[in-house]
Each structure stands twice: as structure tokens, then as C-alpha cells.
């Protein structure tokens, strides 16, 4: 059975138009990485747990806000490149990028050194364009990008 995983798709409309918030994963693997490394907010659950509130729970946990109110906007599934299955539901709202407080994880750093390390979930988030968006996020979440537009009457 493939991981699970269930995120957040938050938008808002600025004077320039359609911008979504995305993360940027934390950890060393990551640091480096820029273009096709950025995800929506999201977490991994377990059979039987209900991926609407895993979505919103792992929005807070990784970024420190509580999801906005409002109609959310089912996005459907993805898979992605490794095999992990992701949900996706959309919201409008609006948050400081600047202001993200994540949880951490802990990891083995440098590899077999026997040294446990903490880094944060997410290490930045930022505001997108559409179009800006698909060249940082990870290929296969393109989709609920390209599902929002659908939704919103934008273009792609």
C-alpha cells in the first residue's frame, strides 16, 4: 500500500492576480534544492485517519497558522514520483510567508555519524504566481495547480 498524504492549497487574489502559498521542505537533503522542490503544505497519514483534517492539521503544523474558514475546494489526488498518494483540498486566505513557525524533525546528520540534528519540517514558504509556481513545486503536484485555475476560471 502506497504512503498517504494529505495538504493545503491556500490562495489569494492580489492586484497582479491568482498567487498560491507553497513550502519549501527543511532538512539538509533539501537546502540546495529550489525548482521542483516546493510542495503544498501536507503530512503523511494512516488508514483509517480522515485526510480532509490531516490536510488542515499539517497545514498548522508546518507553517504555525491555523487554516483560514471559508468553502474549501476538493483538488483530488495525486501520485506522486516516488509512488506516495496525496489529497488535496484548496482555501482562500492570506498569511505572512515570513512568519512561518514549523514543527522540527530530527535526522542523522552528517550520515552515520551517530549525531542527531534538528531541522524544521519546512524552512521557507513564499507567495507564487500561477506561473512561477509550476517551475518551484514538485512536477506531479503541478495537477492541483492546474485544478485550482480549472476551479477559479483562471488560466492555466
Not at 31 to 57: C, I, Q, T
Request: glycine share 10%; with cysteine; proline share 8%.
Amino acid at each position: 500500500m502506497p504512503k498517504t498524504s494529505a495538504g493545503t492549497l491556500l490562495y489569494r487574489f492580489t492586484r497582479e492576480g491568482l498567487e498560491v502559498f507553497l513550502v519549501h521542505p527543511g532538512g539538509p537533503f533539501w537546502m540546495n534544492k529550489d525548482a521542483g522542490a516546493w510542495s503544498l503544505p501536507k503530512g503523511e497519514y494512516v488508514h483509517g485517519e480522515d485526510p480532509f483534517e490531516v490536510a488542515k492539521r499539517e497545514f498548522t503544523e508546518e507553517t504555525g497558522f491555523a487554516p483560514p474558514g471559508g468553502n474549501w475546494i476538493p483538488l483530488g489526488e495525486i501520485r506522486q514520483a516516488g509512488g506516495k498518494v496525496v489529497t488535496a483540498w484548496a482555501i482562500q486566505g492570506d498569511c505572512r510567508a515570513e512568519e512561518i513557525k514549523s514543527n522540527p524533525f530530527s535526522l542523522e546528520w552528517p550520515p552515520k555519524s551517530g549525531r542527531m540534528q534538528e531541522f524544521p519540517e519546512v524552512d521557507r514558504a513564499a507567495w507564487f504566481s500561477l506561473e512561477e509556481a509550476r517551475a518551484k513545486i514538485l512536477p506531479a503536484q503541478a495537477a492541483f495547480l492546474d485544478r485550482l485555475a480549472e476551479h477559479l476560471g483562471e488560466r492555466v
